[in-house]
């Protein structure tokens, strides 16, 4: 059955992250093949001041009142074994942390809109946990999206993600490595349902980053005499932003009079006390290291983010997992440096011969920047090549036939 073909609208909704900016352009390409489709967002989140909210794609999940069928929801075998399991295993506080991420999702299921698809982003046990609810004749769609599936949850979490998966039609992951790690770790019984798909990329990004060609177009926060360095793509402490500048320490003088470090600190810590506690500690270790640097605070627009691409000679991007960042894509594409973490599974940028840098550990990484800092203009050759390569492996046409094929069913 192509969904195509049908007179009557298939609605579709999308659990788990809520970013508009991440989900807008996979939802556009989608919608472009099928437009009988209705996308709803049980939550939105902008992370840019130039991103419309798509009105015109995204509607709003309709509100939702607690009935008899909410109460006896609370008794499903599944949600009784998640709740026993949780106060034997790991206590009475995640038992009623759990308990109550159950009860939410049961009062705040929409069961009068009868959606046809589910989709869900992030694959965890909070943003999976109503999928008992639905009904057997509803499209399951799991999509990881990297670190949910590198990172070490607890055995709930493993218990209730396995459970998931296998009520799931179709499971989708960014490469093959990732693919392999999933099987391995869920269960091979998952394999024939799973379908290598990288998400698809703002088209916007890249081409703001094209139209950037004079000198003074330059980003205000980019120090023109230095190397100017990115530590990290966001506030959040997954970046690891001290561990980089305490490696960073053994540079020579000599070196460090040369870069400036750059933090983009627009979002990702939503705790207002915790960033200002942290800022605070970064810029003292800054400061005592002798480092130039410049903190980002304000949302950035598209040609911000793409001004930064283009003249930020070199990303640092080392958190302890990830899948495939955009944002190490997008200085790929911008024939810059990126210095990354080898224990990361960057199999697709590898395969495709795209230069980039790896460290094995922290204390390797004063070495590679220092090289990198003081013969630039070697490096940077090197590079030349680098965005044809990301054309033709993350913004080709095929990205977009493989999510089209996972909704026509």
């Known amino acids: 059955m192509n969904i195509e073909t049908m007179d009557n609208v ?104 009868k959606y046809d698809i589910y989709h869900y982003h992030f694959v965890n046990f909070k943003n999976l946990i109503s999928i008992p609810l639905l009904k057997k004749n509803r499209r399951i769609i799991v999509s990881f999206w990297g670190s949910d599936l590198l990172r070490n949850y607890d055995m709930i979490n493993h218990f209730f993600v396995r459970y998931a998966l296998l009520k799931a039609d179709v499971i989708t992951i960014q490469s093959l490595d990732l693919k392999e790690f999933l099987v391995t770790k869920y269960g091979r019984d998952l394999y024939e349902k799973i379908k290598v798909i990288k998400f698809k990329l703002d088209q916007s990004i890249f081409e703001n980053i094209d139209s950037i060609n004079n000198e003074n177009d330059k980003s205000n926060f980019i120090d023109d005499h230095k190397v100017n360095i990115l530590v990290g793509h966001n506030a959040n402490t997954a970046n690891r932003h001290k561990e980089i500048i305490e490696a960073l320490k053994d540079l020579s003088a000599e070196t460090k009079a040369k870069i400036n470090l750059i933090f983009v600190f627009s979002y990702g810590i939503e705790n207002a006390d915790f960033l200002k506690y942290y800022k605070g500690l970064l810029i003292e270790k800054l400061c005592e290291y002798k480092f130039q640097y410049v903190f980002i605070d304000s949302f950035l627009s598209q040609k911000e983010i793409a001004k930064l691409r283009k003249f930020a000679n070199i990303n640092i991007h080392l958190p302890v997992s990830d899948a495939l960042s955009a944002a190490i894509t997008e200085t790929m594409y911008a024939e810059n440096l990126v210095i990354t973490g080898a224990w990361l599974p960057y199999g697709p940028f590898r395969r495709k011969g795209i230069f980039f840098s790896e460290i094995g550990d922290f204390n390797q990484l004063a070495e590679k920047v220092g090289s990198a800092v003081c013969d630039w203009d070697l490096k940077k050759r090197k590079l030349v090549g680098n965005r044809q390569k990301v054309i033709e492996e993350f913004l080709n046409q095929n990205i977009e036939e493989d999510w089209c094929s996972v909704y026509n069913f």
């Open 10 to 113: 298939k609605k579709v909704l999308i659990l788990g992250i809520g970013q508009t900016n991440f989900l807008g352009p996979l939802y556009k390409i989608i919608k472009r093949s099928n437009p009988h489709l209705k996308f709803f967002l049980n939550r939105k989140k902008v992370l840019s001041d130039d991103i419309t909210d798509d009105n015109d794609l995204f509607n709003k999940q309709n509100e939702n009142r607690f009935s008899v069928f909410s109460f006896f929801s609370l008794f499903k075998t599944i949600y009784l074994k998640v709740i026993f399991l949780t106060l034997i295993e790991e206590g009475f506080k995640k038992f009623l942390i759990n308990a109550y991420f159950i009860i939410e999702s049961i009062y705040l299921f929409d069961r009068k809109d």
